[in-house]
Structures are given as structure tokens and as C-alpha cells.
């Protein structure tokens, strides 16, 4: 059995700083708002999946419980960046092959409540207890980039102009209303050479939900939303790679991407619209090459072309991304996935992109020593 599984209902909290909230406080909001959208009943409910990489243990049950959402199997899942994407992953499966109707998947991290700086990686990892924090590596990543292609450090504020560009349209994001121009990117302070602050994004609170369900679930809700299917889904850990690996080539994206595009016939220009991982400036230049909207070498040249920007044909990170709309981790991959269901029905408000119908959701991350990246979900939509 292969059914089609829909996205019925989605929720996304303003993401920002809340440090006076619990996470559950602030979680429940979202589910809450995708339970309405989607009309589904919560006794119609079979399965949920949670996560958070730092709001203790049992989130699910935590944000659920108080919702009346308990006896049902509420699964926790916990791989970083790329967690609550990795719950879409597992809650389609579970529809598609008959063994739920409906499912809940939530994502929620309270950032603000670990105060500043870059995230708390594992001290036992080899890695992170000599200094390499996501910023240091973004920022090896990006001298090496530089290296090859020919860039300075300056080419990366073009990325952060357009991600606060599209960001300060989008009400639920952290920057809304604030653009920044490429004088304020280049004179922001430095962080880890060439990065400077606003080459990075930000550190912050978010929570997001979507319902999914079966085509027979999506006739009896009726919600009146045009119908959005999950149309494919690719998941893979990082290879553990102890030897010297490319800087400049996301190997797990693109083999996620590869896969994606194989098994669902979907080739890379149909793509309408992305949301993809974009945590540092230079990340989005790579992923443009990784799900191969351009030649390695040509992302800037793409990037200038105004292809990927609103009024575009291939509009990347309208939300703002990870850059503008905020990344509070756990939240982002589920945020994302909300986003493009959202863009492919047409209400998205002033960041709406023109006639979407195929989107693409990506989220990667975890630093592990000898691991390129932990874990990447993709997740495509259509409607």
C-alpha cells in the first residue's frame, strides 16, 4: 500500500525571543492553529512525532499532554537541525502505508533561553571540544569556496541582503520589517573570518505544526484550503567520513536531493519555490549547486540573476529563511515544510510567490567529528 498523504492544517508561532515562556507555552499555539486549519477532529488523531534539541525529554508529551492529545503513540525524535523534519518523514510513511490516517508533527526550541553566542555542541565530541563550532566551520567552508571559485568575503552579503529582503515581508519572521543594505552586513562585527554577524543567522525561539493525512481523511475534513500532497520524502545520516572530505560539497544533500529528484520524477527546474538550510550565508550558495538549480561555481551568478529572489522563477527562502525568518533548530525543518504548504495554497501575504506549485523543504545539521553533516531530510510538495 502507497497512499497519497496530504498536508491538511499548519501552524507557525512569530519566531523571536520569548525567554519568559515555556517551551510547552509556547508550542502549543502552533498545534493548536494546525489543528483548526486542517479540520480534523482530535479523536481522528492517530499518531504524533515531536522534537526539540533543547527542551528536555518527553517534549511531546509535554506540549501534547495539556491539549488533550494523549493515549495515542507520541513519538520523540531528536537529530538536530533537520528533527522535526525527520518527524514528517516518519508521519507520511506511516500514512502512506496505511498504518495511521492522521498524524500531529510539532518542532519547538526556546533559543533565547541559552543566552548568546553559538549553540552548546556535545564536550565529549572530538570536534566541538577543540573549537569547532558551527560558525568556525561555515566560516572554513566559505574560505575555501572563496579559494575556488574566486569570491570575497563581501559576495556573501548579497545573500544576506536578499534573505532580510524577503524576511522583512514575512510577519511571522524574527526580522520582519528589517532590511538590511550591504554597507550594515560588511560593518557588522566579525565573528569567524570571513563571517561577520549578519553573515550568520540567529539565534531565537520558534514553533511549528503541521497535520497530515490520507486522501479520505482530506475529503471528510473539507477544510476549503487547496490541497497540498507531500509527493516525495528523503532522509539520510552523514557518512562517517575520518579521512579529508570536500569543504564546498554538501555530500548528504545532494545525495537526499538525487534521490528525491529519482524517485519522484521531479527534475530540479521544476522547482517553484525552496525553502532551503541557510544558516550561514555561504550555505545557501552551496545548496543552490547541491540540488543543482545551478553549476558548482555559478551560485552568485544565480544568485544576481534575481532567479531565486520574490518575482523570480525559482524563489528560494521567501520566508526569509533561516537568515531572516530565524533558526530555533528543532522548529525549522517542520517551519519550512508549513511555509511551502502555505506558498503552494497562495496565502502567504506580501511573500507570496507567483503561481507556486511544486516546493522543496531542506534541513541538514549536527555537528559530529568525521560527520559532514548529521542528518538531511528533503521533503517535496505539490499541489
Not at 530540479?268 to 544558516?279: G, L, N, W, Y
Request: hydrophobic share 40%; charged share 15%.
Amino acid at each position: 500500500m502507497n497512499r497519497t498523504v496530504y498536508v491538511l492544517g499548519t501552524g507557525i508561532q512569530k519566531f523571536g525571543r520569548f525567554p519568559h515562556l515555556t517551551h510547552k507555552q509556547f508550542a502549543a499555539p502552533a498545534v493548536l492553529e494546525a489543528l483548526r486549519e486542517s479540520n480534523v477532529e482530535r479523536q481522528d488523531i492517530d499518531v504524533a512525532y515531536a522534537s526539540s534539541v533543547f527542551g528536555g525529554s518527553m517534549i511531546g508529551q509535554q506540549v501534547l499532554g495539556q491539549l488533550g492529545l494523549s493515549g495515542i503513540p507520541i513519538i520523540n525524535v531528536e537529530d538536530a537541525c533537520s528533527s522535526s523534519a525527520v518527524g514528517v518523514h516518519e508521519a507520511a510513511a506511516r500514512i502512506a502505508t496505511g498504518r495511521a490516517e492522521a498524524a500531529v508533527v510539532i518542532g519547538v526550541d526556546m533559543l533565547s533561553k541559552l543566552g548568546g553566542g553559538s549553540l552548546p555542541l556535545n564536550r565529549e565530541d572530538w570536534d566541538a571540544i577543540n573549537g569547532l563550532s558551527m560558525p568556525v566551520l561555515y566560516a572554513m567552508r566559505a574560505r575555501r569556496y572563496m579559494h575556488e571559485h574566486g569570491l570575497d568575503a563581501t559576495n556573501f552579503s548579497e545573500v544576506t541582503v536578499k534573505a532580510r529582503k524577503h524576511g522583512a515581508l514575512n510577519p511571522l519572521a524574527q526580522f520582519f520589517q528589517k532590511p538590511v543594505t550591504l554597507d550594515e552586513v560588511n560593518s557588522s562585527r566579525e565573528i569567524a573570518d570571513p563571517f561577520r554577524l549578519l553573515h550568520c543567522c540567529p539565534t531565537g525561539d520558534g514553533a511549528a505544526a503541521v497535520v497530515l493525512g490520507s486522501e479520505r481523511l482530506l475529503k471528510r475534513a473539507a477544510s476549503g484550503l487547496r490541497p497540498v500532497q507531500i509527493a516525495g520524502s528523503a532522509l539520510h545520516s552523514g557518512k562517517y567520513e575520518p579521512g579529508p572530505y570536500s569543504m564546498t560539497t554538501s555530500h548528504v544533500s545532494t545525495l537526499s536531493a538525487n534521490e528525491l529528484y529519482e524517485s519522484t520524477g521531479v527534475s530540479p527546474q521544476d522547482i517553484d519555490v525552496a525553502e532551503i538550510h541557510d544558516s550561514f550565508s555561504i550555505a545557501e550558495l552551496m545548496y543552490y549547486e547541491a540540488f543543482q538549480f545551478c553549476k558548482p561555481g555559478d551560485a552568485l551568478a544565480l544568485l544576481r540573476s534575481g532567479t531565486t529572489s520574490l518575482g523570480g522563477t525559482q524563489v528560494v527562502n521567501p520566508s526569509g529563511g533561516l537568515m531572516s525568518r530565524g533558526h530555533p533548530v528543532a522548529a525549522s525543518g517542520v517551519a519550512q515544510i508549513a511555509e511551502i504548504a502555505r506558498q503552494l495554497q497562495g496565502r502567504s501575504g506580501a511573500h507570496q510567490v507567483t503561481d507556486a506549485r511544486v516546493g522543496l523543504a531542506h534541513v541538514t545539521g549536527g555537528g559530529v567529528s568525521n560527520f559532514e553533516h548529521g542528518a538531511c531530510a528533503v521533503t517535496l510538495l505539490k499541489s
